[in-house]
C-alpha cells in the first residue's frame, strides 16, 4: 500500500492540470502585456501633447513678442508697392491656405548695424498643410521672389480668424487708418480644439518710409 501511494505521488501532474496551468500562465502574460502596453501608450500620449503644448505656448510667444513690437510702417511684399496699410490680413495672404497676416516689426537685433540690415523686420503668419507658420524676411523691403525664411510652429491648424477692436467694439475689419487697440486670433488645433488668444500692439510708433 505504502509503495503504492508513493508511485502514484510521483507520477506528476496531470495533462489538465498542466493545460489549467498553461491557461493561467497564458493570462497572466495577457494581462501583464495589456497593463505594460497602456502604460507606454498613455506615456507616449503624455509626451506628446506636452510637445504640443510646448509648441503652443513657444508660437504665443513669437506672436505676442512680434505684436509688441509693430510699428506703423506700410509693408511691401515681393517687390510690389507698399501696402497702404500698416497691418495686412487676407485669405490666402503670403500662399496660405486660410487667412495670412503680415506686418512689420522693430526690435530685431543687429547691433552697431554689423549686418546689412536694419533693424525693422517684415513678419508674416501663415498656415500651410495645416501648419502655422511664421516668416521672415533679411530685408524689411522684400525685392521680387526674395524667398523668406520659415519657421514652423504649430501641427494641426485650420480655421484662422482675426478680429480687430477699435471703437469701442470688435469688428471683422481693419481700421481704414492706423492698427486696432487689440487683435483676437482664434484657431482651431488636433490636440486643443479650440485656441483664442488677444493680443494688444504695444507699440505704435511711425517709421519713416525711407
Given at each position: 500500500?505504502i509503495?503504492?501511494?508513493?508511485?502514484t505521488?510521483?507520477?506528476?501532474?496531470t495533462?489538465?492540470e498542466m493545460?489549467?496551468?498553461l491557461?493561467?500562465?497564458a493570462?497572466l502574460g495577457?494581462?501583464?502585456y495589456?497593463?505594460?502596453?497602456?502604460?507606454?501608450s498613455?506615456?507616449e500620449?503624455i509626451?506628446?501633447?506636452?510637445?504640443?503644448l510646448?509648441?503652443l505656448?513657444?508660437?504665443m510667444?513669437?506672436?505676442?513678442?512680434?505684436?509688441?513690437?509693430?510699428?506703423?510702417r506700410k509693408?511691401?511684399?515681393?517687390?510690389e508697392?507698399?501696402?497702404d496699410?500698416?497691418?495686412?490680413?487676407e485669405p490666402?495672404?503670403?500662399?496660405?491656405?486660410?487667412?495670412?497676416?503680415?506686418f512689420?516689426r522693430?526690435g530685431?537685433i543687429?547691433?552697431?548695424?554689423?549686418?546689412?540690415?536694419?533693424e525693422l523686420?517684415?513678419?508674416?503668419?501663415?498656415v500651410?498643410?495645416?501648419?502655422?507658420?511664421?516668416?521672415y524676411?533679411?530685408?524689411v523691403?522684400?525685392?521680387?521672389?526674395?524667398e523668406p525664411?520659415i519657421q514652423?510652429?504649430?501641427?494641426g491648424?485650420?480655421e484662422?480668424k482675426l478680429q480687430?477692436f477699435?471703437?469701442?467694439?470688435?469688428?471683422e475689419?481693419?481700421p481704414?487708418d492706423?492698427l486696432?487697440l487689440?487683435?483676437?486670433?482664434?484657431f482651431l488645433?488636433?490636440?486643443?480644439g479650440e485656441?483664442?488668444?488677444?493680443?494688444?500692439f504695444?507699440?505704435e510708433?511711425e517709421?519713416?518710409q525711407?
Open positions: 500500500m509503495n503504492q501511494r508513493s508511485q505521488s510521483q507520477q506528476g501532474f495533462l489538465i493545460l489549467l496551468s491557461a493561467i500562465f493570462m495577457v494581462a501583464t495589456s497593463v505594460l502596453n497602456n502604460t507606454i498613455n506615456k500620449q509626451e506628446a501633447q506636452s510637445a504640443q510646448t509648441h505656448q513657444r508660437a510667444m513669437f506672436i505676442e513678442n512680434d505684436f509688441q513690437q509693430v510699428v506703423q509693408i511691401r511684399l515681393n517687390g508697392p507698399p501696402i496699410k500698416y497691418f495686412v490680413a490666402y495672404l503670403l500662399d496660405s491656405e486660410d487667412i495670412g497676416f503680415a512689420i522693430d530685431w543687429n547691433p552697431v548695424m554689423i549686418l546689412p540690415r536694419s523686420q517684415a513678419v508674416g503668419y501663415r500651410v498643410e495645416g501648419v502655422l507658420q511664421r516668416l524676411f533679411n530685408y523691403d522684400s525685392d521680387r521672389g526674395e525664411r514652423d510652429l504649430i501641427e491648424v485650420s484662422l480687430y477699435y471703437d469701442n467694439e470688435w469688428q475689419d481693419l481704414d492706423g486696432p487689440l487683435v483676437r486670433l482664434t488645433t488636433d490636440a486643443f485656441i483664442e488668444r488677444v493680443f494688444a504695444i507699440e510708433t517709421v519713416d525711407g
